[in-house]
Each structure stands twice: as structure tokens, then as C-alpha cells.
């Protein structure tokens, strides 16, 4: 249904994403873990065709995904929307405005340009925002919203697409515990319920961990695990992170308990230097 085969994009010399495979039979939550240059980013950005392969390929529903060109590419992108770190809302325009941009890739420049949404896909914006709990924000400006808030109209904008996969790089990276709760439960929740793909890459254990169903761990390019949640081993995780024998879990970590224990250890390290 869903396969990647060999895909190989090189800067240069560089070889960011070296002969990447993997194959879904079936929706999957997906994490993707690697340290910093790993190519998870280089990875999804493939799959959505914001970067073109060096070689290799993808296949979906039986379509090849590395050639599309013009409108096929445009409606390959709109079936796979993707989410980031920074949310990339605009911020002075307020929240079902900015939602209502997921539908521009199926709409009139006109139409864009004098804002004219049908008034379908206004409440359909708003259920959207709705079931991720935040209708009663669509008439504030995207800007006044928290940043677990703006993170969940990014994802009521990409659900406007009705996407069939959801490409989230680093969703929770920049929000604090209670927020990266809410977001990965309600990406967890739209994988169940409307049975859409989710790959997110991460950058903490406990998130892959918890939420996924499969986690691919990467290393300068190349996948070095593929596995559930259980195969994830702190063993297969510091072969992943290249770490040495210090290499705790905690660091990786967004849990209250773990990130406490992390500063309490700091601290220890700093008295006794
Ligand atoms: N446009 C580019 N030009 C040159 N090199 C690039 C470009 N984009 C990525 N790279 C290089 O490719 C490698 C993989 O980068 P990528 O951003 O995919 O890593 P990442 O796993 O997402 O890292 P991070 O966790 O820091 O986001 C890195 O060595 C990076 O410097
Ligand atoms: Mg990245």
C-alpha cells in the first residue's frame, strides 16, 4: 500500500538518507528517531516531494510517488500533509482563516485571493477544531494561541486536506510536557479513528515509545532499527544515537519524572566537578 525503496538523497558529498526501506501493509502510526542529521527531516520531505529523491522509490496505492509532476505532484501533497516544529501559521490572521488554508491547493487564485470560502468548508473547519478541542479559538488571531493551540490548528489545517498520510517533523519539540501530551494523543487519535498514516519524527523515546506502533530508528542516513516499541531496548537506543556508555534515556526525554531526575543528575555532575 505504502513502500519506500532505496530512497537515497546526497548533497554533494553528503549522503543524507542512504537506501531507505520500509513497507506498510496497513495505516500505522510511525516514529521516525535519529540524532541531530540523522535525515529524518531530509526523509519526510521526500515523501512529501518538498525535496526531489536522488534515487529510489516510493510507491502508494500502487502510484509512484518520486516522478509525479504539475497537478498530479499538487494533489500527491494535498493527500500528504505535513505538520512541523514551528507550526508555520500565519500569525496576525486568525485561526479558521488559517485552517481554512489547507483547502488552497483546490481552490481559485481568485477565490484565495478575496478570502471567499464556501460555507461548507467554514463548518467543516470548525468541526475540525472542535474535535481537537479548540473551537471556541477560531476567531482569535493564531498569534494569541499557545503554542499546544497553534500546534493543533496546524493539524485541524492539514485534516482539512483530508490527507491520507500525516507528516509530522519534530510535532512536539518545542512545547512543554503537558502540551506534547495533548498533541501526540490527538495524532494517535485521528490515526485511529479515520485510520490515516502518521509518521512523526521525534526526537524523544518515551513518545516513540508510547504512541506508536513501529519505530524506525535512523543513523547518518541509513535505518539501523525497525521495530515495535518493545524491540526499542535502551541497547538498540544508544546504538542509534551512536552513544557511549553514558548515554541515558532521561536526555531524551519529555516526561515530567524523567526530565526532573535528568536536572537532578545535572546538578549532582556539577557538585562534584
Ligand atoms: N539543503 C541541504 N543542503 C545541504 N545539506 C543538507 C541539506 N539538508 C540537509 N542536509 C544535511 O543532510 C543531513 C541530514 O539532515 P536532516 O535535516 O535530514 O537531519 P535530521 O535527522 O532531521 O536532524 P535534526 O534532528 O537536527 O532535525 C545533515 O548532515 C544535513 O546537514
Ligand atoms: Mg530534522
Known amino acids: 500500500m505504502f513502500s519506500v525503496t532505496d530512497l537515497t538523497k546526497t548533497f554533494g558529498s553528503k549522503t543524507a538518507v542512504d537506501k531507505v526501506s520500509f513497507e506498510l501493509t496497513e495505516p500505522r502510526m510511525i516514529g521516525v528517531i535519529g540524532a541531530s542529521g540523522a535525515g529524518k527531516?531530509?526523509?519526510?520531505?521526500?515523501?512529501?516531494?518538498?525535496?526531489?529523491?536522488?534515487s529510489g522509490s516510493i510507491h502508494f496505492d500502487g502510484r509512484e510517488i518520486t516522478t509525479l509532476r504539475g497537478a498530479a505532484k499538487r494533489a500527491w501533497?494535498?493527500?500528504?500533509?505535513?505538520?512541523?516544529?514551528?507550526?508555520?501559521?500565519?500569525?496576525?490572521?486568525?485561526?479558521?482563516s488559517n485552517v481554512l488554508h489547507g483547502t488552497?491547493?483546490?481552490?481559485?487564485?481568485?477565490?484565495?485571493?478575496?478570502?471567499?470560502?464556501?460555507?461548507?468548508?467554514?463548518?467543516?473547519?470548525i468541526d475540525i477544531l472542535d474535535r481537537l478541542g479548540i473551537a471556541e479559538q477560531a476567531p482569535k488571531r493564531a498569534e494569541a494561541l499557545s503554542g499546544g493551540q497553534q500546534q493543533r490548528v496546524a493539524i485541524a489545517r492539514a485534516l482539512m486536506q483530508d490527507p491520507k498520510i500525516i507528516l509530522?517533523?519534530?510535532?512536539?519539540?518545542?512545547?512543554?510536557p503537558m502540551n506534547a501530551?495533548?498533541?501526540?494523543?490527538?495524532?494517535?487519535r485521528i490515526h485511529e479513528e479515520d485510520g490515516r498514516f502518521v509518521i512523526a519524527n521525534l526526537h524523544t523515546l518515551d513518545t516513540a515509545?508510547?504512541?506508536?506502533?513501529?519505530v524506525i530508528g535512523m543513523r547518518d542516513g541509513r535505518v539501523v532499527f525497525d521495530g515495535t516499541p518493545e524491540q526499542l531496548t535502551t541497547g538498540v537506543a544508544r546504538d542509534i544515537y551512536g552513544a557511549g556508555a553514558d548515554f541515558s534515556e532521561d536526555a531524551t526525554s519529555t516526561d515530567i519524572d524523567a526530565i526532573g531526575r535528568n536536572q537532578a543528575a545535572r546538578q549532582r555532575a556539577k557538585a562534584i566537578v
Not at 41 to 54: C, E, F, G, I, K
Not at 112 to 125: G, Q, S, V, W
Not at 209 to 214: L, P, S, T, V
Open 41 to 54: 527531516s531530509t526523509l519526510l520531505r521526500m515523501v512529501n516531494r518538498l525535496a526531489d529523491a536522488t
Open 104 to 125: 488552497l491547493n483546490t481552490r481559485s487564485t481568485l477565490a484565495t485571493m478575496f478570502n471567499l470560502y464556501p460555507d461548507e468548508d467554514i463548518h467543516r473547519a
Open 168 to 176: 509530522a517533523d519534530e510535532p512536539i519539540a518545542s512545547l512543554d
Open 181 to 188: 501530551q495533548i498533541v501526540m494523543d490527538a495524532l494517535r
Open 77 to 96: 501533497q494535498s493527500d500528504c500533509a505535513m505538520i512541523f516544529q514551528q507550526f508555520n501559521l500565519v500569525p496576525r490572521m486568525d485561526v479558521v
Open 209 to 214: 515509545r508510547r504512541y506508536c506502533d513501529r
